[in-house]
């Protein structure tokens, strides 16, 4: 669950262009805290006393009602005891162990499946680094430096022959971050590659430019990053705030393939890019922005507008799948206020959805050369708290075709829903992941061994059964995605992703190794050993 709060604010006051591809001039909007209207008044307002008598309740013994002998010596030499700051200044730094949790795992917007070598997993969080497993999640490792950026939001492998090293992750969350304040985003700093395989990182010097706490250029903020099969150069495309970006020297050079900032304050927010294997790119834009709409192009340069006429005016987020076994049939599956399926969560808060699919026949694929489909009143609705296709403005959503049935299509928002007839009907689609079925308010559940808010899904290059998940509570994976009630395991060992909010440690008790922590989806959870890989409860 989540409170999302969009970027949109943040952006408001960039300036135009400047020479600099990338760079954005000006400045942010911020705001300050605040205090919202009325007045303040004092606990204990006529009670001449009531000061000292909170100070009493805080420092008298619970048992006696006093406060304690000589407690005064006992603090000072309690405080004289701790670590000094000049410690660490005078060449004594601290040393830092971890301390997991090794078995929970948070918000993963980035898994990639090496096609080289199915036991090699990648995944990336969005506030903590790049890990890597080559035991297909029965451990990782973290392959990121701590001095990186560590706000992942898409991950790409190159998948030609002989460059299958090579991988890049974009950095920088726009939509849907838990600290739900102005300035509070978890914004990136460009695009990283490695070509080890995935073992080390480097950030793209002409993308990365240091200043990540700033919004100043694009690529502080991306939706998600993709590699071009079809090309014989280093060609990679990367949805950013504003723009879509192309370079085909492995990111050496940059230029806009697709510009959706015509200027100040007329921008497309969010955008998408998927490339197939034929050739043929798409991109997507919200129509915030005056280039707001659905693209086909077969070279990256040139780029046609395909968006049918009846296609809703408003949009905000669309994602792309392409159907693997037909490459000319596209999926798009966006929020629309207004249009298409309108569905609820649990607080009864109201989203419209659409899902079309596309169709090339010819030429540029506009007007007569493509065929669209609206299938939006076919997506999940049951009309009940947590088991409607909901997508939290965008923030969780995404669409695949699983690559050996074209038939198969599944959607994720809070759930995983599967449908068997590509959604041309509502009666052929099954639930398998987010919430539990049947989960009521206020003791919902979650389904077995999953969690809720999808972010990706990735298939088994040699078995299309097998499937990848990752969402709000690391990352999962299943051997048999068409079961009648798919079985999940947890991929989550030491896979560090949780977020979290609040870390409390036990003083009462001398050396206890009590830790208690509050996590961003993931509720509150607990340790009393130093032991790395034992499981928080």
């Not at 405080?79 to 971890?98: E, F, M, N, V, Y």
């Not at 980035?110 to 890597?132: F, P, T």
């Not at 005056?290 to 070279?299: F, L, M």
């Amino acid at each position: 669950m989540k409170n999302t709060l969009t970027f949109i604010t943040a952006l408001i006051f960039i300036a135009s262009w400047t020479g600099s591809l990338f760079y954005l001039s000006g400045k942010k909007n911020s705001a300050s805290l605040h205090i919202p209207g009325g007045t303040m008044t004092d606990q204990g307002e006529g009670d001449q006393n009531a000061r000292l008598n909170y100070e009493l309740n805080r420092l008298k013994d619970p048992e006696t009602g006093v406060v304690p002998a000589r407690i005064h010596h006992a603090e000072t030499v309690f405080t004289a005891s701790l670590p000094k700051d000049q410690d660490s200044r005078a060449g004594a730094p601290a040393i830092w162990s971890p301390r997991g949790p090794y078995n929970l795992s948070g918000r993963t917007r980035a898994v990639g499946i090496d096609v080289s070598h199915e036991n090699v997993l990648l995944a990336g969080g969005v506030s903590s680094g790049l890990y890597k497993s080559t035991d297909t999640g029965a451990t990782w490792m973290m392959t990121s430096t701590p001095a990186q950026l560590h706000s992942i939001t898409g991950l790409s492998q190159d998948k030609r022959a002989g460059h299958t090293d090579t991988w890049y992750y974009c950095t920088g969350e726009a939509y849907g971050t838990s600290a739900s304040a102005t300035g509070a985003f978890h914004l990136g700093d460009g695009i990283y590659k490695s070509t080890d395989d995935g073992n080390s990182w480097t950030g793209l010097i002409s993308s990365v430019h240091g200043t990540p706490q700033t919004f100043d250029f694009l690529t502080d903020a991306n939706w998600d990053i993709a590699t071009d099969p079809s090309d014989t150069s280093d060609a990679v495309y990367v949805a950013s705030v504003g723009s879509i970006f192309r370079t085909i020297d492995g990111g050496t050079t940059w230029t806009t393939a697709l510009n959706g900032f015509i200027s100040n304050g007329d921008y497309s927010y969010f955008s998408d890019v998927a490339c197939a294997n034929n050739g043929s790119k798409y991109a997507t834009f919200s129509s915030d922005g005056t280039p707001g709409g659905i693209y086909r192009s077969t070279n990256g340069t040139i780029w046609t507008k395909i968006t049918p006429d009846s296609f809703p005016t408003v949009y905000n987020r669309i994602v792309i799948g392409i159907n693997p076994t037909n490459e000319n049939e596209v999926y798009f599956l966006g929020v629309t206020p207004g249009f298409g399926l309108l569905s609820t969560d649990f607080m009864l808060d109201t989203e419209y959805y659409s899902l079309w699919k596309y169709t090339y026949i010819s030429g540029n694929g506009d007007s007569l050369g493509g065929s669209w489909i609206n299938l939006s009143q076919n997506l999940p609705y049951d009309g009940s708290l947590f088991g409607n296709f909901y997508a939290q403005g965008g923030y969780d959503l995404y669409v695949a075709v699983k690559p050996d049935d074209p038939n198969v299509v599944f959607v994720g928002g809070t759930n995983i829903f599967r449908s068997t007839d590509a959604f041309t009907s509502p009666n052929n689609t099954t639930q398998i992941g987010g919430y539990g079925i049947g989960s009521t308010y206020p003791d919902f559940t979650i389904y077995p061994n999953h969690h809720p808010d999808q972010h990706k899904m990735i298939f088994f290059p040699s078995d299309a059964n097998k499937m990848i998940s990752s969402c709000d509570g690391g990352v999962f994976k299943t051997n048999d995605d068409m079961a009648t009630s798919v079985t999940w395991s947890s991929l989550n060992n030491g896979y560090t992703s949780t977020q979290f909010y609040t870390i409390a440690i036990d003083h009462g008790l001398p050396l206890n190794d009590i830790v208690i922590g509050g996590l961003q989806d993931n509720g509150s959870f607990f340790t009393n050993t130093t032991t790395a890989t034992a499981p928080w409860t």
